[in-house]
């Protein structure tokens, strides 16, 4: 049995296992309810709220990407660009999963059909959701454009040109939607949507660097010129994970320039694993590594800073919830004396399984079946 | 037009949570929700210390938060002021509670009253299952809920959605008034029109400074504080340099 069929069926196994684990986790939830989660009236955002940030927010980083060549005619990343609209299509369909998945039982799910016939104009949330649905079809569209090899007709540039403008302002939704809560300052205000707007650029390009290394490993995509569109994605992703540092710098030094109690939240997280694993794995050490030309080159260099940047930037979001809601709010201290010690539960890893899973499943049908290296003539 | 507001007079409240006990009773709360309740700090250095008691519940602010962030009206204000919940509207994303600066806003995380649908007995034979029990009472969600609250709101809101404090507004459109008031023992919560000039509330607040949760917010908050418990007297002095 040859190498690439072992990692096959290998691979296929796992994806199987975490389909089947995590849609087990989505069946108890979408019946009983969120009881089996570790969140509660003080930590009422966990995990599953950090990976539907993650996905979201990965998408909007690699709708950019994948807009480069048709929009603003970056013809040396046509190689990469199905590869990253099918990636943004599936981090975007999994993050709205596990937001839905966030929201409860199955009888609440019915409820969203009030965002139809009972919307409020003046929430985020709403626009949010909204916006985020449009934005879905139309990362749907300008992907199955890709595929029929209408890039650069009216339709195909059309829906790049929406999917682009939706990602701008479904994720400038997302940062209102933190950025108006004046309550609670460890959120950051509209720093936050600042952050968001680099990091999502961060992660999406760590995810379509570390899907092309994927693929260079496996056979495909081994030309010379898409190992130059590697090396240039990488250059990328330095910049981005700098502009991203600077911004997290920005974050802790309003917080500790600050005396306001509520940014003691902000200040409790600075000393957990989560935002080490931000600031050092995600952030500082990439960039180090980056400044070596031999590691932007090889596919084990560009394998690894890309795998650190997307666990840091996972990591960065649960951070930047609990940021903002580990500090009891209110009369909420008093059932909980300093700060919460929320740890997720099983089940809520489970919705993050359920989420990696499927996006890589996507991702590993579109390798296998949808031609992803295709470009136009 | 009527404005429903709440004078709470800190000089009255010792902290026996008669309040909390009555509401959670009148609205059928289950375990771990509670719509009123009280902060209690504790001032001072040993030996020279005291508790300060301040009874909390939803503020019902004119500037609601809750209800500009509710994405489908779910969270909405009355013409009288109190900020109330529809259920049926309500999809869980908890934004109000984000938004909410006070933390008197609860997700009902599990289903409601769910120890009282348990149908196992204590001593076979003997005694009865919690279901049984509600089954013999006639309640809906427990042995002692209370029918009325489901006038305005069901009996026991579901799970998976929010619920908080309503002013008692199902006793309230029957010129009755807000059961936690109704409760106290020492008339510490004082209920009333905030737009009638001649309301207990009105003249309290026109005689006292009143304090209000958080107002740099700009939320203006319809509860307000009066007074401070203090039953201790000093010997007068200037202090001294030592």
Known sequence: ?377 | MTKWAMVIDQQKCVGCGACIIACKNENNLSEGVNWSYKLTETVGVFPHVRYHYTPTLCNHCENAPCVRGCPTRAMYKLDNGITMHDPKKCIGCRYCIANCPYGVIFYNWRRPNEQWENKDVLIPGCTSSPAEMVEKTGGSCSPYSNPERGTTLPESRPLGVVEKCTFCDHRVVRGLLPYCVEACPADARIFGDLDDPDSTVSKLLGKFKPRRLREHLGTEPHVFYIRSFNPGSYTQSKGEIS
């Open chain 1, 1 to 377: 049995m040859s190498t690439n069929k072992t990692f096959s069926i290998v691979w296929t196994a796992l994806l199987a296992i975490g389909l089947i684990l995590g849609l087990f986790t989505a069946g108890r939830i979408v019946t009983g309810g969120l009881g089996i989660f570790n969140t509660d009236n003080t930590v009422f955002w966990g995990l599953p709220m950090a990976g539907y940030l993650f996905f979201g927010l990965t998408a909007a980083g690699l709708t950019l990407l994948s807009s480069l060549p048709t929009v603003f005619g970056q013809k040396h990343l046509y190689p990469v660009a199905k590869r990253a609209a099918i990636l943004a299509l599936a981090t975007l369909l999994t993050g709205l999963m596990c937001k839905g998945l966030d929201l409860g039982p199955f009888s609440t799910l019915v409820n969203t059909l009030a965002l139809v016939y009972s919307p409020n104009f003046t929430s985020p949330i709403w626009w949010m959701a909204i916006l985020y649905m449009f934005y879905f079809a139309f990362v749907t569209f300008k992907f199955l454009a890709m595929h029929r090899g209408n890039w650069h007709d009216r339709g195909g540039v059309a829906t790049a040109v929406g999917a682009l403008m939706l990602s701008f302002f479904s994720y400038l939704s997302l940062s209102v939607v933190f950025g108006t809560v004046e309550a609670r300052l460890g959120f950051m205000g509209f720093t936050m949507g600042i952050y968001f707007l680099v990091t999502a650029l961060a992660s999406g390009l760590a995810a379509l660097l570390l899907a092309s290394v994927a693929g260079a490993m496996l056979g495909r995509g081994a030309t010379e010129t898409e190992a130059s569109i590697r090396s240039d994605l990488s250059k990328y992703l330095g910049v981005a994970l700098g502009a991203s540092l600077v911004v997290f710098l920005l974050r802790i030094l309003r917080a500790y320039a600050s005396d306001v109690d509520q940014m003691a939240g902000f200040k409790y997280m600075t000393g957990t694993l989560s935002f080490g694993v931000e600031l050092w794995v995600g952030l500082c050490i990439p960039i180090l590594l980056l400044l070596i030309p031999t590691v932007r080159t090889t596919l084990g260099g560009q394998f690894v800073v890309a795998l650190m940047a997307l666990v840091g930037m996972f990591a960065g979001r649960y951070e930047q919830l609990l940021s903002g809601n580990v500090q009891p709010m209110g009369v909420q201290a008093e059932y909980i004396h300093g700060f919460s010690q929320y740890s997720p539960s099983l089940s809520e890893w489970g919705v993050i399984l359920l989420a990696l899973s499927l996006t890589l499943t996507i991702y590993t049908l579109g390798v296998r079946y949808l031609r992803l290296e295709a470009m136009p003539d």
